[in-house]
């Protein structure tokens, strides 16, 4: 058969492409540069104090395999204050992270340097849907939310099973009442009355009893004192609910009260407990390992906050940090993006509270630690736990913790600390950048 001319071209052109495919695998001409397809590489900073890099691992990769060539590189730091003094620094620097942490109580101190959340990227019933409700108290603002949460840690009752079971109590207490009953049978004096041993580590201020600010807290959300509103405008707790609160924590330090078991002579009360000189502390999660390290062979127990008498609703302290995008970043969007699908990923957040050996602070997370000996309580707290806002958390527990010392040194009655406190913590929300 004869080929017309056209064929003839296009067979030649076919010949010719093999000859030099083959050519270039047998290396006799050199191979043709092809230019790969090139992916953008973005990089986010995340500063933060709680988590480490490996505790945030699972999130880093899977936020990695869904966005090729964004990397997030995570700073930690050791100290809150450390913390904040380089944030400040890094951004008035135009240097600061993509994202960083803020305390649930801080909204209001960090809101000049935060960018909320796109609306459409999560819908605020999803939000409810998926957070404890303290959550939205703590971190939506005017509709718009400004950060997310990973974890949660609650106030909890502390005890020593030994102590008790000396003292032939079986459980412990439930409420306030309760705590006020057994506590005489848990403490102890020399002759010359001084302690030997605590039945519980209330009374003090921050030098012997650190979480007084925390502990103060939950006393006056227990009886419906809100210090600070949701609208910022000024410190509101001068009242007879807070002096009945304050009085009945100061009556563990008051030597003419029959609960007298406490004074500032006492070590830190972590230290007090770990060494078995108090029958009882309140604390977060985060202290049973502090508790453990001083202490391995201490036999202690974790029960609920205790509660007002007939109280319709029970309340406790949350403590817990929330991750938000920094206004001077220009990957914003993409940072809200890591946020949301590291903070509502169950996977995610399930590996990353596994890690971290944290409480959750999404409610689907409770009944998994059901059997958990340690954080079952902390858990179960997530759906009661209550905050107020606060200008500044240190200068709020230095303020709260003068209220207390005040009283103690006999330098001021309980009325007037109370109303010092409010009007101190009224100019730190002024002073405060708009």
């Known amino acids: 058969m004869q080929l017309t001319r056209k064929q003839l071209v296009i067979l030649g052109g076919i010949v010719a492409v093999v000859i030099v ?105 999803t939000f409810r849907s998926t957070f404890a409700p303290v959550v939205e108290r703590d971190f939506v603002l005017e509709g718009g939310i400004v950060a997310l949460p990973l974890s949660m840690d609650t ?82 707790f001068a009242a007879s609910g807070a002096y009945d609160a304050v009085n009945f924590y100061l009556q563990f330090s008051n030597t003419g009260s029959p609960l007298y078991t406490w004074n500032e002579g006492m070590p830190n009360a972590l230290d007090a407990f770990a060494q078995g000189r108090v029958a009882m502390t309140i604390d977060y999660a985060r202290a049973l390992p502090e508790i453990r390290e001083r202490n391995p062979l201490l036999d202690f127990a974790v029960a609920p906050l205790p509660q007002q008498k007939a109280a319709e609703r029970s309340k406790t302290m949350a403590s817990y940090w929330g991750y938000a995008v920094s206004r001077q970043s220009k990957q914003g969007r993409l940072a809200w993006d890591f946020i949301v699908e590291t903070a509502t990923n169950p996977q995610v957040v399930g590996a990353y509270l596994n890690a971290s050996n944290r409480s959750p602070a999404m409610p689907k997370f409770i009944e998994t630690y059901r059997d958990n000996p340690n954080l079952a309580v902390f858990a179960q707290q997530t759906l009661t736990a209550d905050s107020w806002p606060m200008p500044n958390q240190d200068l709020v527990e230095n303020i709260f913790s003068d209220m207390v010392t005040t009283v103690l040194e006999n330098r001021s009655s309980v009325e007037i600390a109370v109303g010092r406190a409010q009007s101190d913590i009224s100019r730190l929300i002024s002073a405060r950048p708009q």
Not at 35 to 47: D, E
Not at 65 to 84: I, K, L, W
Not at 94 to 107: L, S
């Open 21 to 125: 495919l083959v050519l270039i695998g047998l290396g006799i001409i050199p191979g043709l540069k092809v230019n790969p397809v090139t992916i953008k590489t973005t990089s986010l900073t995340v500063w933060g104090v709680e988590d480490t890099a490996q505790e945030l691992q699972s999130a880093v990769q899977s936020f990695a395999g869904n966005h090729p060539g964004v990397t997030v590189a995570y700073r930690q730091f050791s100290d809150p204050e450390t913390y904040y003094t380089s944030l400040i620094e890094a951004l008035a620097a135009g240097a600061g992270p993509d994202i960083f942490a803020i305390r649930n109580t801080e909204v209001m101190r960090h809101l000049p340097k935060l960018v909320a959340m796109p609306k459409e990227r999560l819908s605020l019933l």
């Open 155 to 236: 106030l909890a009752l502390i005890y020593n099973r030994d102590r008790f079971n000396e003292a032939g109590i079986v459980s412990a207490p439930a409420t306030w009442d309760d705590l006020v009953a057994i506590a005489p049978r848990l403490s102890a004096f020399d002759d010359s009355r001084r302690i030997t041993r605590a039945s519980i580590a209330l009374g003090g201020g921050t030098a012997t009893v650190p979480k007084v600010l925390d502990i103060l807290s939950a006393l006056f959300l227990q009886a419906g004192i809100i210090p600070v509103g949701p609208d910022w405008g000024s410190a509101s």
